[in-house]
């Protein structure tokens, strides 16, 4: 009677330790949809610098500005979908280049961000 009783301790110890370690292990997953996500969130800057370095090249001629201006948006939404992101870039040309607002989105399964800024 002793022995059977030292067998199920053992057994019921054992599984209570199995389902610990299980429980603690689960908080040392790392979540990598939250590193993609900020990986996906590092392009905005670079974005907003491609699009305000094509405005500061504005040297008075304006439909030299508009193909530049169409140039980059096809440029920049073509590498972003080849990355797996949609990128949709919208702006009022005006000419000259009065401060302009620019509006552009990124969209992914796993984001949706909008940023809106003006060049000066």
Known sequence: MKGQFFVVATVIIIITL???????????????????????????????????????????DCDKLREDLNYTKNFLEGEMIKRGMLLNINYVFNCPPTPTTFTFTIKTSEIYTETTFTTP
Do not use: A, C, H, W
């Not at 990598?32 to 590092?42: A, G, M, V, Y």
């Open 18 to 60: 199995m389902s610990l370690v299980r429980y603690f292990y689960s908080f040392s997953d790392i979540n990598l949809s939250k590193i993609k996500e900020l990986s996906e969130l590092e392009y905005i800057p670079y974005i907003k610098q491609t699009i305000n370095d094509t405005v500061f090249s504005f040297n008075g």
